[in-house]
């Protein structure tokens, strides 16, 4: 039975009779734009993630400022020979580890092969600069456009300033909401109507702080934008830096996706994937709470 929260707060059933306050209730949460936007990245980050994966593997290397150091670079993920075999290695300044079978050296068809990341986790997985640029670049676009969109969207409908702005009383108890993410436990009942502190205040730096950096970072490797825009040139110290800023921005990005889907799955797979398909969410029961 479909169950809905009406003007009173108060769980009906097929718009009768209310139901007491401690029955599973129903709400909307997520709106079509939001739905829409969100599945459409998840195709956009994966494509990007794996044609960005092919293209670093040209030049699997980190470098800051104008000018790339191919001698000492800063950072790379490389192979060398140890003891008459080829091996893997990543390495930051002077630290190195050994990562053969995984970045450096992978095995494609049971052979060792030389290349930064793995087949596996490139688009397309053989090595072609040309295509994963090509695919890069079509997807970028699209995901900018959704973006936009998206922002668009919040600020007209006050989605930024209503679900993702703390409340003091959140403010106020962010070291409770703290420790019960720690101890996975999550809201339910009235609680749960909105994002928690944690949640919103991790989505307000991803929408408002990580995309925008990732994104301008990108264009800064543009000589094409650098040309009409060489302020961006300025603002990211070197087309190099940018290159270093828009790769530890996609990871970062990749964090929090890991994240996401982590507590989607201990908060409850079905809920939370209905709630974004559909835009209906349960927030469960309130125990003692009699209408």
């Not at 139901?19 to 709400?27: A, H, S, Y």
């Not at 993920?77 to 390495?91: A, C, N, P, R, T």
């Not at 070197?238 to 799955?265: D, K, N, Y």
Request: proline share 4%; glycine share 10%; with cysteine.
């Amino acid at each position: 039975m479909t169950q809905t929260i009406s003007n009173e707060g108060e769980a009906t059933a097929g718009g009768g009779a209310a139901l007491p306050r401690d029955r599973q209730r129903v709400i909307k949460r997520h709106s079509l734009v939001v739905r829409l936007t969100h599945w459409v990245n998840v195709l956009c980050l994966t494509m990007l993630l794996m044609s960005g994966l092919q293209i670093f593997n040209a030049r699997p290397q980190l470098d800051f400022g104008n000018k790339t150091d191919f001698d000492h670079p800063p950072a790379s993920i490389s192979s060398s020979e140890v003891d008459g075999q080829q091996h893997g290695f990543v390495q930051i300044g002077s630290f190195k580890i050994d990562t053969t079978g995984i970045l450096g050296i992978s095995y494609v068809d049971g052979e060792p092969t030389e290349r930064g990341f793995p087949a596996w986790a490139t688009l397309p997985s053989e090595q072609d600069l040309a295509t994963g640029r090509s695919i890069h670049f079509v997807f970028a676009w699209l995901f900018v456009a959704n973006g936009l969109i998206y922002l668009i969207s919040g600020f007209i409908s006050r989605h930024f300033s209503r679900d993702l702005a703390p409340s003091k009383y959140q403010w106020r108890h962010i070291g409770r909401s703290i420790l019960e993410h720690a101890r996975l436990r999550f809201p339910r009942g009235e609680e749960a109507r909105q994002y928690n502190i944690l949640q919103k205040l991790t989505y307000f730096l991803v929408v408002f702080v990580l995309l925008p950096v990732l994104v301008l970072a990108g264009w800064t490797m543009s000589p094409g934008l650098d040309a009409k825009f060489p302020l961006l040139l300025d603002v990211f110290g070197g087309r190099q830096t940018a290159r270093s800023i828009h790769f530890i921005a996609a990871f970062g990005v990749v964090l929090f996706v890991l994240v996401h889907i982590a507590l989607v799955l201990v908060s409850g797979v079905f809920n939370n994937m209905r709630s974004m398909i559909t835009g209906w969410y349960d927030i469960g029961r309130e125990e003692g709470t009699h209408g």
